[in-house]
T-cell receptor
Framework: AQKVTQAQTEISVVEKEDVTLDCVYETRDTTYYLFWYKQPPSGELVFLIR??????QNEISGRYSWNFQKSTSSFNFTITASQVVDSAVYFCALSEGGGGADGLTFGKGTHLIIQP | DVKVTQSSRYLVKRTGEKVFLECVQD?????MFWYRQDPGLGLRLIYFSYDVKMKEKGDIPEGYSVSREKKERFSLILESASTNQTSMYLC?????????????FGDGTRLSIL
């Protein structure tokens, strides 16, 4: 069975600090997809990134970066120079096989608080 | 941009009522999903559908059913609402199986069962 663990329930940092959100996953499939979603206080889930199991390249998008390591089954998310607008709940998710048709298995989320 | 619209943002119903939660997407997506979100539990998949009139059980289907009569609309039905179904319900859609595109979510319906 697949499982996603986000061990950090809540993280609080001061604005401009860097912060890393951890995600560890379990799956028996060799083909799978990993995702990160952001849920701001308004409630909607915003898609951030998708990674397939064959692509271990790290990715950077502005202040956001993702570190995918199959050896440790981790897909960590780093925000550099955090801003108050980054305050949200962040979810890591896993989909075995197809990334679109199958339902996602979500972690329990990490509540990130950026203090001014 | 993909738009997934859930009919109600907030809903209050009574125990035993039959409750309908509606979701519509405007991008001709084949796949649609219903999740519930509870504090400390994250999001859990209730049902999904990969075609009109098709449905598949997710991880927690008990007490729920779904209907997909048209491609753009996916309804979640609580046959006889109970207080333990008080939750935030999120609908999502994705393009199709082969393209492996991500799921896009609606704003959610916060349902309270009294």
């Amino acid at each position: 069975a697949q499982k996603v663990t986000q061990a950090q329930t809540e993280i609080s940092v001061v604005e401009k600090e860097d912060v890393t959100l951890d995600c560890v996953y379990e799956t028996r499939d060799t083909t799978y997809y990993l995702f990160w979603y952001k849920q701001p206080p308004s409630g909607e889930l915003v898609f951030l990134i998708r990674r397939n199991s064959f692509d271990e390249q790290n990715e950077i998008s502005g202040r956001y970066s993702w570190n995918f390591q199959k050896s440790t089954s981790s897909f960590n998310f780093t925000i550099t120079a955090s801003q108050v607008v980054d305050s949200a709940v962040y979810f890591c998710a896993l989909s075995e096989g197809g990334g679109g048709a199958d339902g996602l298995t979500f972690g329990k989320g990490t509540h990130l608080i950026i203090q001014p | 941009d993909v738009k997934v619209t859930q009919s109600s943002r907030y809903l209050v119903k009574r125990t035993g009522e039959k409750v309908f939660l509606e979701c519509v997407q405007d991008m001709d997506h084949e796949n649609m999903f219903w999740y519930r979100q509870d504090p400390g539990l994250g999001l859990r998949l209730i049902y999904f559908s990969y075609d009109v009139k098709m449905k598949e059980k997710g991880d927690i289907p008990e007490g729920y059913s779904v209907s997909r009569e048209k491609k753009e609309r996916f309804s979640l039905i609580l046959e006889s609402a109970s207080t333990n179904q008080t939750s935030m319900y999120l609908c999502a859609s994705s393009l199709d199986y082969s393209s492996n595109q991500p799921q896009h979510f609606g704003d959610g319906t916060r349902l309270s069962i009294l």
